[in-house]
């Protein structure tokens, strides 16, 4: 019963690399999340997903791109980390205008 | 552009005092109001209230929302120190967007 489970945990990049956050779900859901949270902000949506196939740009999608890749699946990528993307993300899943289930997080730093 | 406020953002009570925490909201297509606790990792579901003047109870914490007024607060009876955490606060809207606040930070000192 994993729920809703995020790779890596943890991530060190330096300024200018690329690398893709994973998340998965396992309980059939349509919509899919990406959040941010930095101290103070509470979580800020990055982009989501209502439905395979489908994407949508939150409050702060710039800097990111996602992929729906199935209806398992919604990833998000950074092309050109930059410092102030150091943050925790979250990703999160929902169905049918229920409450959405979280992810553990992924503690990401840009050195 | 969809807005969710939360105040106070910080508080600091001793135990056994009652809390309210409140939230406003400024969004169009609104479905429902959500109230999730989050301790150290991933936030965790209290209430989702979809319609006007009807509380909701969990043991001590309460719940409502006056879609008039674009609010909703929460209530702690008999704080514990087990309640420190941040609560937040998010709007469902229509598609399935779900739009948070900042969050309020509580303490619960013995």
């Known amino acids: 019963n994993a729920g809703v489970t995020q790779t890596p945990k943890f991530q060190v990049l330096k300024t200018g690399q690329s690398m893709t956050l994973q998340c998965a779900q396992d309980m059939n859901h349509n919509s899919m999340y990406w959040y941010r949270q930095d101290p103070g902000m509470g979580l800020r949506l990055i982009y989501y997903s209502a439905s395979e196939g489908t994407t949508d740009k939150g409050e702060v999608p710039n800097g990111y791109n996602v992929s729906r890749l199935n209806k398992r699946e919604f990833s998000l990528r950074l092309e050109s980390a930059a410092p102030s993307q150091t943050s925790v993300y979250f990703c999160?899943?929902?169905?049918?205008?229920?409450?959405?289930?979280f992810g553990d997080g992924t503690r990401l730093s840009i050195l | 552009e969809d807005k969710v406020v939360q105040s106070p953002l910080s508080l600091v009570v001793h135990e056994g005092d009652t809390v309210t925490l409140n939230c406003s909201y400024e969004v169009t297509n609104f479905r429902s109001l959500l109230w999730y606790k989050q301790e150290k990792k991933a936030p965790t579901f209290l209430f989702m209230l979809?319609?006007?003047?009807i509380e909701k109870k969990s043991g001590r914490l309460s719940s409502i929302l006056d879609k008039k007024e674009l609010f909703s607060i929460l209530n702690i009876t008999a704080t514990q120190t087990g309640d420190s955490a941040v609560y937040l606060c998010?709007?469902?809207?229509?598609?399935?967007?779900?739009?948070f606040g900042p969050g309020t930070s509580l303490s619960v000192i013995p």
């Open positions: 979809t319609s006007s003047g």
């Open positions: 999160a899943s929902s169905v049918n205008n229920q409450p959405q289930h």
């Open positions: 998010a709007s469902l809207l229509i598609y399935d967007k779900v739009i």
